[in-house]
């Protein structure tokens, strides 16, 4: 159990587009989602949390206008990349947490922007 | 604020062997601490976690130990496996959900 999906695994696009990614829980409602970013070698970055049905929770230095965050379900969050640079390149992941605040990790997707 | 970090970045063991990972944290009201096993390319998996009013919990293979007075926990891996080589870093609670930067286990044939 337990399980949370990402989509895509990976992209490639172009600087100036923007890229959605999706982080769906498959088997179980989670009231809570989360955003990270992992540089090489590094521990993960938060970027924001979210709660179904209401506005997400951008971290310091983290711009909500750059990174859209949409929960729409309980087993639904996407994130969005909008504009996207070189710099936004990086891996990204989701995690969903029920109440028990064990925040269980989607297996990530990998940005990269030419 | 919470700081949690690691005392080794990296950790080399022989096949069969026990592993140790150690984290240490800062913030004494800190009452929920998970352990997690990221492999290269991937998503953080969790592994296993303990709540402050226990000091040890087991699973298969691992068991993490928590000492609240010099507030350190560790995670001890049994017979350490080749698929065992990850990334492993600890998550605390203290006001929010800190990560360490973790340890880089490599298990050699």
């Known amino acids: 159990g337990a399980v949370v999906s990402q989509h895509p695994s990976w992209v490639i696009c172009k600087s100036g587009t923007s890229v959605k990614i999706e982080c769906r829980s498959l088997?179980?409602?989670?009231?809570?989602m989360f955003w990270y970013r992992q540089f090489p070698k590094q521990s993960l970055m938060l970027m924001a949390t979210?709660?179904?049905?209401?506005?997400?929770?951008?971290e310091q230095g983290v711009e909500k206008d750059k990174f859209l965050i949409n929960h729409a379900s309980l087993t639904l969050s996407t994130l969005t990349v909008t504009s996207a640079h070189p710099e936004d390149s990086s891996f990204y992941i989701c995690?969903?947490?029920?109440?028990?605040?064990?925040?269980?990790f989607g297996p990530g997707t990998r940005l990269t922007v030419l | 604020g919470e700081n949690v970090g690691l005392h080794l970045p990296t950790l080399s063991v022989q096949e069969g062997d026990n592993s140790i990972i150690n984290c240490a944290y800062s913030n004494s009201a800190s009452d929920y601490f998970i352990w997690y096993k990221q492999e290269s390319g991937k998503g953080p998996q969790f592994i296993i976690d303990?709540?402050?009013?226990?000091d040890k919990r087991q699973g298969q293979r691992v068991t993490v130990l928590l000492n609240k007075t010099v507030k350190h926990l560790s995670l001890q891996i049994a017979a350490t496996q080749p698929g065992d080589s990850a990334v492993y870093f600890c998550?605390?609670?203290?006001?929010?959900?800190?990560f360490g930067a973790g340890t880089r286990l490599t298990v050699k044939p």
């Open positions: 979210s709660n179904e049905g209401s506005k997400a929770t951008y």
């Open positions: 995690s969903a947490s029920q109440s028990t605040d064990t925040q269980y």
């Open positions: 303990i709540r402050s009013n226990m």
């Open positions: 088997d179980f409602q989670a009231t809570t």
């Open positions: 998550a605390v609670r203290g006001n929010d959900m800190r």
